[in-house]
Nanobody
Framework: QVQLVESGGGLVQAGGSLRLSCAASLRTFVSVAMGWFRQAPGKEREFVAAITWNGGSTYYSDSVKGRFTISRENAKNTGYLQMNSLKPEDTAVYYC?????????????????WGQGTPVTVSS
């Protein structure tokens, strides 16, 4: 069974930074794309960022572009989300997910496996 485990969430002041990690038990991690999503209370889960299997291409939502950076280390079966210049509206539970698909990475239905999420709270 594939497991994705996020870590690194917490409480931070506005303007601060956090680095989220996503450790995957998937032996074929190197062959899948990875995405980060977030879900704020009372809202739908939304796309944050995605990265191709080799890290060659990255994609971001407009709301985080220029502030967040997605990356991965296939040798460690781990993905990351570096979050800088955090805002209160970034407060949410952050989830990592993996997919074998090559399109539609901004859509939750395209992903095969999900982590349990790590909460991020940004205070003003």
């Amino acid at each position: 069974q594939v497991q994705l485990v996020e870590s690194g969430g917490g409480l931070v002041q506005a303007g601060g930074s956090l680095r989220l990690s996503c450790a995957a038990s998937l032996r074929t991690f190197v062959s899948v794309a990875m995405g980060w999503f977030r879900q704020a209370p009372g809202k739908e889960r939304e796309f944050v960022a995605a990265i191709t299997w080799n890290g060659g291409s990255t994609y971001y939502s407009d709301s985080v572009k220029g502030r967040f950076t997605i990356s991965r280390e296939n040798a460690k079966n781990t993905g990351y989300l570096q979050m800088n210049s955090l805002k209160p509206e970034d407060t949410a539970v952050y989830y990592c997910a993996t997919t074998k698909r090559h399109v539609g990475w901004s859509m939750t239905k395209q992903y095969d496996y999900w982590g349990q999420g790590t909460p991020v709270t940004v205070s003003s």
